[in-house]
Structures are given as structure tokens and as C-alpha cells.
């Protein structure tokens, strides 16, 4: 009797046939085949549905994480871009010497917050891009941290007792050696009011030329164009201009008629040309800031002849490097020449001031056709952190941007005294948001402004 290899055509476990022997006996074959090798392996598929649950509650729980990362990580994200963007200036600031700590600890506060939620989605989700986050905020915190610990030893108040002895002998510079007579519009104190807009008119030019200038005729002494209106729209970019145009009376200004137009430059980008909308019209002279300088130009419409005189200081600012800034920057406000009773001055900021508000003293040379700085004081008021500013009595007065049709005084500076005044509140009522200049002038002693497009003219009280 011969066994024979009888093939079964049942599956194994593992997918393959069984191969058993078989015998003959008597006429039929007889094999052993282990049936248990076919038995459905329960203990083990239960454990593998075990695995199988457990991992689908790990990765609904995953997958509700990712959903909360993805919705925060946008939010931090622009929160990151939002600081970096706010700590360049600063950065600029420690490199020049500028900061202050007031500023450096409320942006410490909030890196703080911001490394608070990044380390909470940190923790549910460690990604590539929440590492690439985590290390920009780190390298935020370190630079902070440097610029919050390079002033080791009080450099700071050595300087604040140089500036405040500096103005003090400035000040008194100004003393007049004859009381008698002398200063007489300017003892009535600071400005205690001023009125609603008491002129509202379009620029003659229309309003698409946001930036300029405007006033009346600011020089109290003097018989040539003693009563004239004058305007200067910045007529390339709302940064540069080199026309001026002169009404003889406000009727005229008014109704628009019999003016003279003037150009002081053969184009806009000229060394005598205009940079910024601050310029004032003093006696028969236009004053001005100079193309791309740090001068101070004065055009006489009589000669047709440009005279000019460079500002004093370490860092003088210009080209956009310290513009008003409070709400919107007002593009290259850098140098704002202004007139009041006692005559000329220029505001403007410098690196050495830590891009403080500077006030000097201009005087013009009739014999000797000179343009001159005779003193120079020094604030504390960080100049992109003012609106605008302009001059009265010798006080340098700043404003604030409140809302879109209010602006606020809120900052005296004496340069009779050296003495601060943080404490005004005088709301400047205006037509549309932006406020290109702000002049005062001594012979109606009225304020004037430049309010994108539209002229605004406004009294004050004392």
C-alpha cells in the first residue's frame, strides 16, 4: 500500500494550502488533517481592535489639536510679525543710543504674553513650525533683554543734567537788558483756549494735494506784505514743492483772486526746493526747509535770492528720519520752521536728543544777508510722538492726534524758563483726518492749519 499526497484546497492562517498524507485502504483514502489550524483566532482579534479603538481615540484626540494649532497659529503668527515689526525701531533706537525703558518694558510684557501661548500650542503640537516660532520669539527676548541691560551706568541722567544746564544757559540768553517795553504781547501766559475753525476753505489748488502750508503773513513789524495770504502746496509726492502763491488781502484769499504765483526752483528736486509742509512767510521772505537737508532756506520774493543756513546738532533729522508721527506719519515733516512774536524759529529732532524735539532761535542778517541759528534748547518730547507743533511767545506748544475731527495741545515747552507742561487739554476741531502743518501768527494771534486739502483758521485765548 503506497500513501499519496492528497492536496487540500482549504486555506491556511497564513494563505497557503495544507499539504497532508494520505493511505488507501480499502479502495478509499484515509488522511489525518488538523482541523485546528483553521480555528478563528479570537483572543488575538480582540486585542487587535482594542489597538484599533485606542488608536482612533489618539487620533480624534490628535486630530481636535492640529484643528486648535491651526486656528492659533495664524494668531501667533501675526502676533510674531506685529512685534518684530515693532521692535525694529527700537533696535534702531538702542543702536543710536535713543530708547527709552518705559517703552522697552511694555514690549517686554508683551513678548512675555506671546511666549505664554506659543508654549501652549508648543506643547500639543511639536512641529517644525512651532519651533521655527519659538526660536524667533527667543531671539526677540534676547535682543530686548541686551537693550534693557546696556545702560549700566545711568548714562541717561548724566545726560538730562547736561540738557537741562544747556537750556537753562539758552534761557537765559533771552533775558532782555531793558524790561521796560519789551515783550510786551507775551505776558499773559500759555494759551487757556481756542475757538471752532473760524476760516474753512478747499485749497486753491484742490484737495488732491494733502500736503502744505498756508497762513498770513507773520511778521508784526513791517510794511511789506503786511496783510498778505500765502499758500504752498508740496506738489510731487506730497513731500516737495517750488511754487508759492501770495494773496495782497484775506478778500482776495477768499474769493481767490489777484494772486501772484512764485517759483523759487527750476523743478521739484532743486537744492532750493521744498522738502516738507512746514514753511512760514515772515516779512518779504519765504522760510523753508531745503531739499534733502538739513538747511533751513529763505527765499526773498523781492530779489528772487535763496540764503540758508545749516541746523545744529548731532543727527540733525531729515528726509523722513524724524517726521510727526503721533497717529499717521505726515511724510518728511522732519524740520518745521515757525514764527511768533519774538520772532523765527525751527523745530525739529535729533540723534543726540534721542530724536527729541530740538527748538532754535533763526535770525536774519539784513547787512550782512545772513541766515543765522542763535540758540538752541532742547526738550525731552520725543518727536514722532507729536502730531505737529508750533511756536507762541517763545513757547513751543505740541498737539496729539484724538480722533478724526479732533486734535488735542497738550504739551507747553518755555524756552524763557526751561519748564514743561504736560498738563493741557485744548481740542483742535478739524474737517478730515490728516493735519499736514500747524502755524501760529502773532499778528492776529490765530492758528493755522493745513488739513489735507482744506484751510482751517482758529483763535486763541490767553
Known amino acids: 500500500m503506497l500513501p499519496f499526497l492528497l492536496l487540500l484546497l482549504t486555506s491556511t492562517k497564513d494563505g497557503h494550502t495544507q499539504r497532508v498524507l494520505g493511505q488507501n485502504k480499502d479502495g478509499s483514502c484515509h488522511c489525518e488533517v488538523n482541523s485546528t489550524m483553521w480555528s478563528f483566532p479570537a483572543l488575538k482579534y480582540e486585542a487587535v481592535l482594542l489597538q484599533v479603538q485606542t488608536c482612533k ?8 489639536q492640529m484643528l486648535l494649532s491651526s486656528n492659533y497659529l495664524p494668531q501667533i503668527q501675526a502676533q510674531l510679525v506685529n512685534v518684530t515689526a515693532r521692535l525694529q525701531p527700537f533696535q534702531y533706537l538702542h543702536h ?67 540738557r537741562y544746564l544747556k537750556n537753562s544757559v539758552e534761557s537765559c ?92 526752483a527750476p523743478s521739484h528736486s532743486h537744492a532750493n526746493a521744498i522738502e516738507g509742509p512746514s514753511g512760514v512767510l515772515y516779512g518779504e521772505a519765504l522760510y523753508y526747509n531745503c531739499y534733502r537737508s538739513a538747511d533751513v532756506c529763505r527765499y526773498d520774493l523781492k530779489t528772487n535770492t535763496v540764503k540758508r543756513v545749516t541746523l545744529p546738532g548731532t ?40 530724536g527729541n524735539l530740538v527748538v532754535s532761535r533763526l535770525a536774519w542778517d539784513g547787512e550782512a544777508q545772513t541766515l543765522n541759528v542763535t540758540q538752541t534748547w532742547e526738550t525731552r518730547l520725543f518727536k514722532k510722538a507729536v502730531s505737529n507743533a508750533f511756536m507762541v511767545c517763545g513757547v513751543m506748544y505740541a498737539t496729539r492726534y484724538l480722533d478724526e475731527y479732533r486734535e488735542e495741545v497738550f504739551y507747553a515747552f518755555d524756552t524763557a524758563t526751561g519748564k514743561e507742561d ?35 483758521a482758529y483763535q486763541t485765548y490767553f
Open 57 to 64: 481615540g489618539s487620533l480624534n484626540s490628535l486630530q481636535e
Open 96 to 162: 543710536q543710543g535713543l530708547y527709552t525703558a518705559l517703552s522697552l518694558r511694555l514690549l517686554g510684557q508683551e513678548l512675555s504674553k506671546l511666549e505664554i501661548d506659543l508654549s501652549s500650542i508648543h506643547t500639543q503640537l511639536n512641529n517644525t513650525q512651532t519651533q521655527k516660532l519659538s526660536k524667533e520669539v527667543g531671539k526677540l527676548r534676547k535682543d530686548v533683554e541686551r537693550i534693557q541691560n546696556s545702560d549700566i551706568i545711568n548714562i541717561k541722567t548724566v545726560k538730562e543734567n547736561l
Open 173 to 264: 540768553k533771552t533775558i532782555p537788558k531793558d524790561f521796560r517795553g519789551q515783550q510786551r504781547y507775551c505776558l499773559k501766559g500759555l494759551i487757556t483756549n481756542i475757538s471752532e475753525p473760524i476760516t474753512t476753505k478747499i485749497s486753491p489748488y484742490g484737495k488732491s494735494y494733502i500736503s502744505g502750508s498756508w497762513g498770513r503773513q507773520a511778521q508784526m513789524d513791517t510794511e511789506g506784505e503786511k496783510d498778505s495770504y500765502w499758500v504752498q502746496p508740496l506738489v510731487s509726492s506730497h513731500i516737495w514743492g517750488n511754487i508759492f502763491r501770495v494773496y495782497q488781502t484775506y478778500e482776495d484769499f477768499m474769493a481767490s483772486v489777484k494772486h501772484r504765483d512764485y517759483t523759487f
Open 315 to 354: 543727527g540733525v533729522g531729515f528726509n523722513n528720519k524724524f517726521p510727526y508721527c503721533y497717529y499717521d506719519c505726515r511724510l518728511n515733516s522732519d524740520v518745521d520752521v515757525e514764527a511768533d512774536e519774538t520772532g523765527l524759529w525751527v523745530l525739529y529732532a535729533t540723534v543726540g536728543n534721542h
Open 422 to 456: 504736560n498738563s493741557l487739554a485744548l481740542p483742535l476741531e478739524k474737517v478730515v483726518k490728516g493735519m499736514a502743518s500747524l502755524s501760529y501768527n502773532p499778528v492776529n494771534k490765530r492758528i493755522y492749519m493745513y488739513n489735507d486739502g482744506y484751510l482751517l
